[in-house]
């Protein structure tokens, strides 16, 4: 078995092509693992069927094939080299397709990092990897790649997707979950098919697989006359505000006044997300009153978050000072 130095610890079962690396077989007992993007000088330019799956790790050497072993720091003693504690994949920009079935059963991956240059995903790639809920998706041109498109259509669940570039121009979008169901009409000898939960819509504002942010904006109020999770609304809300791209004013100016009326519970959620950065904006942009002050204070006292407990305490001062409150003793 070769032995080569990398970023995580990987077994790999791979077969050389003529423009590169296809990888057969992948395992690993990291959380967080990042496959190689090159080996042997070659670019890795596929993932074969079922390369991921844990169950296949353990079957044997295909015809023509090589095992190479990817070693960073040296895993714990026993551990197993088989996906399942994997919990945060990042594929590498060199890979162009994806084989049928390549996660299949990776049960514990929750966060997956990948290029839009990927023009084939395999059926059922994401099978059963059910906790898979987070898309971090760079671009490797200016135009947009299918790869989002493909993600909403594939997960009806919540999806929190972060998008990077070209340049400056990153943006956090949330599409929220909806459930399809097929229900037996026996009398009728067919299936009826029911859609519920406002995040359908959201799964499918694309246009020629490319995500229109137009359309995606002008689901707002539909979305909040639908039954709906409130902690969802806070999130998309505020990560179209936070991160703006083509955000036009009449759409800006109803995520404001939402999170205007919900302050406190915005405020909570960059406290739980440790986004301190973003709290001076929060402030200005929502105004909370003295109590929803307090109440945050309280929070970040609690949790020891004391960059944003300065700012709280701060903003507390400026707009409430305890010097103007007046109190008489009779």
């Given at each position: 078995?070769?032995?080569?130095?990398?970023?995580?610890?990987?077994?790999?079962?791979?077969?050389?092509?003529?423009?590169?690396?296809?990888?057969?077989?992948?395992?690993?007992?990291?959380v967080r693992?990042?496959?190689?993007d090159?080996?042997f000088?070659l670019?890795v330019?596929a993932?074969?069927?079922?390369?991921?799956?844990?169950?296949?790790?353990a079957d044997?050497?295909?015809?023509?094939?090589?095992?190479?072993?990817?070693?960073?720091?040296?895993?714990?003693?026993?551990?197993?080299?088989n996906?399942?504690?994997?919990?945060?994949?990042?594929l590498?920009?060199?890979?162009?397709?994806?084989?049928?079935?390549?996660?299949?059963?990776?049960?514990?991956l929750?966060?997956?990092?990948?290029?839009?240059?990927?023009?084939?995903?395999?059926?059922?790639t994401?099978?059963?990897?059910?906790?898979l809920?987070?898309?971090?998706?760079?671009?490797?041109?200016?135009?947009?790649?299918?790869?989002?498109?493909?993600?909403?259509?594939?997960?009806?669940?919540?999806?929190?997707?972060?998008?990077?570039?070209?340049g400056?121009?990153?943006t956090?979008?949330?599409f929220?979950?909806?459930t399809e169901?097929?229900e037996?009409?026996?009398?009728?000898?067919?299936?009826?098919y029911?859609?519920?939960?406002?995040g359908?819509?959201?799964?499918?504002?694309?246009?020629?697989?490319?995500?229109?942010?137009?359309e995606?904006?002008?689901?707002?109020?539909?979305f909040?006359?639908?039954?709906?999770?409130?902690?969802?609304?806070?999130?998309?809300?505020?990560y179209?505000?936070r991160?703006?791209?083509?955000l036009?004013?009449?759409?800006?100016?109803?995520?404001?006044a939402?999170?205007?009326?919900?302050?406190?519970?915005?405020?909570?959620?960059?406290l739980?997300?440790e986004?301190?950065?973003?709290?001076?904006f929060?402030l200005?942009?929502t105004?909370?009153d003295?109590?929803?002050?307090?109440?945050a204070?309280?929070?970040?006292?609690?949790?020891?978050?004391?960059?944003?407990?300065a700012?709280?305490?701060?903003?507390?001062?400026?707009?409430f000072?305890?010097?103007?409150?007046?109190?008489?003793?009779?």
């Amino acid at each position: 078995m070769k032995t080569v130095s990398g970023v995580s610890n990987w077994k790999l079962i791979l077969r050389r092509e003529a423009d590169g690396i296809t990888i057969l077989r992948a395992g690993t007992p990291d959380v967080r693992a990042v496959l190689p993007d090159r080996l042997f000088d070659l670019p890795v330019t596929a993932l074969g069927s079922r390369a991921l799956a844990p169950e296949r790790q353990a079957d044997g050497l295909p015809s023509g094939a090589e095992t190479v072993l990817v070693s960073c720091v040296p895993p714990e003693e026993g551990a197993v080299w088989n996906n399942r504690a994997l919990r945060d994949l990042t594929l590498p920009e060199s890979i162009g397709a994806v084989g049928d079935y390549a996660l299949l059963n990776c049960s514990s991956l929750k966060t997956l990092r990948i290029y839009d240059g990927v023009t084939r995903w395999g059926g059922g790639t994401l099978m059963n990897c059910r906790s898979l809920n987070t898309l971090h998706l760079t671009r490797t041109g200016q135009t947009q790649g299918e790869a989002l498109a493909w993600f909403a259509g594939e997960l009806s669940r919540e999806l929190d997707v972060t998008v990077y570039g070209p340049g400056e121009k990153n943006t956090r979008l949330l599409f929220p979950e909806y459930t399809e169901l097929y229900e037996e009409n026996c009398p009728a000898h067919h299936f009826d098919y029911f859609i519920s939960g406002a995040g359908y819509p959201y799964h499918h504002c694309f246009r020629q697989k490319r995500l229109s942010l137009k359309e995606y904006d002008a689901l707002w109020r539909d979305f909040l006359g639908m039954e709906h999770e409130e902690s969802a609304a806070l999130r998309l809300a505020w990560y179209r505000l936070r991160w703006p791209v083509e955000l036009g004013e009449t759409a800006a100016a109803g995520y404001r006044a939402y999170l205007k009326n919900h302050a406190g519970e915005t405020l909570r959620l960059l406290l739980e997300e440790e986004d301190g950065e973003a709290l001076p904006f929060l402030l200005e942009l929502t105004e909370p009153d003295r109590e929803t002050l307090s109440d945050a204070c309280g929070l970040a006292r609690e949790t020891g978050a004391t960059a944003a407990l300065a700012i709280l305490l701060e903003e507390q001062h400026r707009r409430f000072p305890a010097g103007l409150e007046k109190s008489f003793t009779l």
